[in-house]
């Protein structure tokens, strides 16, 4: 049966006179009671700026001082947020002991204790264990989307839980679970995405509108096909349905489709704005991402920060040949950029500059494992000025920090039902503070932040329970 459709974006208008100062934050929320997060859950005695230090399996806290409002007022200098947030001097507290003293370990609790651990995508089609299908999986999530120094807001993003049944067979083609057959046949997908517009804000606007409505056509149509049973077909038809969906937003994005009275006859925009689009489907069993243009998707697992997607740029070797191969040309002006205009090589929209750039996406399917922290999707915004891995490793210390100071009261009280309709507050700490560190950094971009904890539940061990 399909799940409803519940979309949770944010169909706001930027202002233009909240992009007047250049470091000032277009802040939004995707919460249902946003007051919860005004203000950093913990309470004022033990407020305190934060880092977490991982030596093994262990987690301590180092305190630093500084402000501990995760989620303080939208407008904020360059030289607070230095001042409070990145000078790791450390002096709040006498020792690390007075912290361990009050919290000993963090005990993750994952999904299941069944999830794939360390298979690769070649193995993971030579058996299923049912452990890893879970109706019931929701993860959990975070978003941040700021104007930073740019003077328009042109970048947008879509969260939709509970995106749709996939079909079992086109996560698994026709294996058997464990040798028996499977009584489910189908698993929800929870779904993600950043559009980074640019020359104006009408195409990334329209993706965050469209492009799960039209995967949602394009899964169904192939669907009704035959499906594969080993990986190469799964990953075929994953890139068809992809292809498709971006091909047809893109053909509507310029006035091509006609095929259905909601969709524009006219183009939605000048022929001179485009976007990119970076889009995750999440599912207890698989993570399947789609990526066109030079925004990013990446996992942390375990110790590992893994790219699950490649940046379209116009010197990439592969890019670079099938541009001039087309008759275009790559021009080095202020950057690798076609015809010295755009600097990536794939996008939606920008008609002016077909057929070199082409909406077609990459697309990775990823077999899910134990070790999954989380996963992070952003504009470029944010990776110009931070690598995958400092990326990776601040998000994840800052859901832990969150979670030590917090316990787990608003992550795991709430039903299956619930979760994930809402940000979760401590993947939104974490989305907020990489949009500060960014703008500390430098960035002259709008950054646009997705995190997503991967995990079901993080809870603590008191040290009078740890018997230690």
């Known amino acids: 049966m399909e799940m409803s459709v519940s979309i949770v974006t944010p169909l706001f208008k930027v202002a233009?006179?909240?992009?007047?100062?250049?470091?000032?934050?277009?802040?939004?929320?995707?919460m249902a009671d946003a007051a919860t997060l005004l203000s950093d859950p913990a309470t004022a005695d033990s407020a305190v700026e934060g880092e977490i230090v991982v030596a093994g399996d262990d987690t301590e806290v180092k305190s630093i001082p500084g402000s501990d409002d995760e989620d303080a007022a939208s407008v904020v200098s360059v030289d607070s947020v230095v001042a409070e947030d990145l000078l790791a001097d450390i002096g709040a507290l006498s020792s690390v002991s007075e912290v361990k003293s009050i919290v000993t370990s963090?005990?993750?609790?994952?999904?299941?204790?069944?999830?794939?651990?360390?298979?690769?995508?070649?193995?993971?089609?030579?058996?299923?264990?049912?452990?890893?299908?879970?109706?019931?999986?929701?993860?959990?999530?975070?978003?941040?989307?700021?104007?930073?120094r740019r003077p328009e807001m042109e970048d947008a993003l879509a969260v939709v839980p509970w995106f749709h049944e996939i079909p079992l067979e086109m996560l698994i083609g026709n294996r058997l679970i464990d040798g028996s057959i499977t009584s489910l046949s189908s698993l929800p997908a929870h779904f993600f995405g950043v559009y980074d517009g640019h020359g104006g804000a009408q195409v990334a606007n329209y993706c965050q509108n469209r492009?799960?409505?039209?995967?949602?056509?394009?899964?169904?149509?192939?669907?009704?096909?035959?499906?594969?049973?080993?990986?190469?077909?799964?990953?075929?038809?994953?890139?068809?349905?992809?292809?498709?969906?971006?091909?047809?937003?893109?053909?509507?994005?310029?006035?091509?489709?006609?095929?259905?009275?909601?969709?524009?006859?006219?183009?939605i925009a000048p022929e001179t704005v485009g976007s990119t689009a970076v889009v995750a489907l999440i599912s207890?069993?698989?993570?399947?991402?789609?990526?066109?243009?030079?925004?990013?998707?990446?996992?942390?697992?375990?110790?590992?920060?893994?790219?699950?997607?490649?940046?379209?740029?116009?010197?990439?070797?592969?890019?670079?040949?099938?541009?001039?191969?087309?008759?275009?040309?790559?021009?080095?002006?202020?950057?690798?950029?076609?015809?010295?205009?755009?600097?990536?090589?794939?996008?939606?929209?920008?008609?002016?500059?077909?057929?070199?750039?082409?909406?077609?996406?990459?697309?990775?399917?990823?077999?899910?494992?134990?070790e999954d922290e989380c996963i992070v999707l952003a504009s470029d915004g944010l990776w110009d000025v931070m690598s995958n891995e400092e990326v990776c490793d601040v998000a994840r210390k800052r859901i832990l920090l969150w979670h030590k100071k917090n316990g787990t009261t608003t992550t795991t009280a709430s039903s299956s039902s619930q979760r994930g309709e809402t940000a979760d507050p401590a993947a939104q700490a974490a989305a907020d503070y990489l949009s500060r560190l960014a703008i500390q950094k430098g960035s002259k971009d709008n950054i646009t932040i997705i995190v997503v904890d991967l995990k079901a539940q993080r809870k603590f061990k008191s040290k009078t329970n740890s018997g230690s």
């Open 106 to 148: 963090v005990e993750i609790s994952d999904l299941s204790s069944g999830l794939v651990t360390g298979q690769s995508a070649s193995t993971i089609f030579d058996g299923i264990r049912p452990s890893v299908l879970l109706k019931e999986y929701v993860p959990l999530w975070g978003s941040v989307s700021i104007c930073g």
């Open 16 to 30: 233009s006179s909240l992009c007047d100062n250049p470091v000032e934050f277009a802040r939004k929320r995707l």
């Open 284 to 370: 207890s069993s698989h993570i399947v991402v789609a990526n066109c243009g030079d925004s990013r998707a990446v996992l942390y697992r375990g110790k590992q920060c893994i790219p699950l997607s490649d940046d379209h740029k116009p010197n990439r070797d592969d890019e670079y040949e099938r541009i001039e191969a087309a008759g275009g040309k790559v021009i080095q002006w202020n950057g690798f950029r076609v015809f010295g205009v755009l600097a990536m090589s794939r996008s939606i929209g920008d008609r002016y500059l077909k057929p070199w750039i082409i909406p077609e996406p990459e697309v990775t399917i990823t077999p899910r494992a134990k």
């Open 211 to 267: 492009v799960h409505l039209a995967l949602v056509e394009e899964i169904r149509i192939l669907n009704n096909g035959t499906i594969g049973t080993n990986e190469s077909d799964l990953k075929k038809h994953w890139e068809r349905a992809f292809t498709d969906c971006f091909q047809k937003v893109d053909d509507e994005v310029g006035g091509k489709a006609n095929h259905g009275s909601d969709v524009p006859s006219e183009p």
